[in-house]
């Protein structure tokens, strides 16, 4: 059996991640989720989640991400069939962060699929210092839409909207040139 076929029932995931990846509407929310964290693996990261929990989350006042934050630096990215993102993805981002000198830990990733949020949602939630939006697709509402591979600042808040993680992690011409672009943008952003 593959690691990405494993699944856990809802009750041994609340167990293993009941502070960091599961939001139970039943018990008070004492702290957003990015304050206390998120689990950093892969594995948990892309576990498939019961299929009962696939649909998109209902929007709620809390938006759950993966990460620790510590840096604010938030990922967005859309991928419906997983929590955040999936293995070999993860992997490519974590890539580009270790590029950075950064890690998951120093960023908050949203998968906007599962849990979509509006741009003042996540300024006000996430306190972001740097805001990356991978694909079209994971665009929040009210996203202010710099154009691709352009870094913007506004209000001290640096915006960077790229093409989605897949097409990045190719090994053709356009993508290497699409990576080279992303990199001088997150040079300028983050001082690298």
């Known amino acids: 059996m593959a690691l990405n076929d494993i699944q856990l029932s809802p009750d041994l995931l609340a167990s293993l991640y009941g502070k960091h990846l599961v939001v139970d509407a039943a018990a008070p929310a ?8 998120s689990a950093s ?4 990261a892309a576990s498939p989640v019961p299929a009962a929990a696939e649909a998109p989350l209902p929007p709620s006042s809390v938006i759950p991400f993966l990460g620790d934050n510590k840096k604010n630096i938030t990922i ?3 991928y419906p069939g997983h929590t955040y993102l999936p293995d070999d993805v993860f992997g490519f981002l974590g890539n580009i962060l270790a590029a ?10 949203v998968n906007m699929a599962r849990q979509p949020a509006g741009y003042d949602d996540l300024l006000n939630q996430l306190e972001p210092r740097t805001l990356l939006c991978f694909g079209a697709a994971a665009r929040p ?3 202010p ?4 591979l352009q870094p913007v600042l506004l209000k001290k808040l640096y915006l960077l909207e790229a093409p989605p993680l897949e097409t990045l992690h190719q090994n053709s011409a356009p993508a290497k040139a699409l990576k080279k672009q ?3 943008a997150l040079k ?5």
């Open 30 to 37: 004492a702290s957003p989720a990015g304050k206390g964290g």
């Open 182 to 184: 992303l990199w001088e």
């Open 145 to 148: 839409a710099p154009a691709l």
């Open 188 to 192: 300028k952003m983050l001082g690298v």
């Open 76 to 78: 967005l990215v859309h």
């Open 141 to 143: 509402a009210g996203w």
């Open 41 to 44: 693996t892969a594995s948990a």
């Open 100 to 109: 950075c000198h950064l890690s998951a830990k120093d960023a908050a990733i």
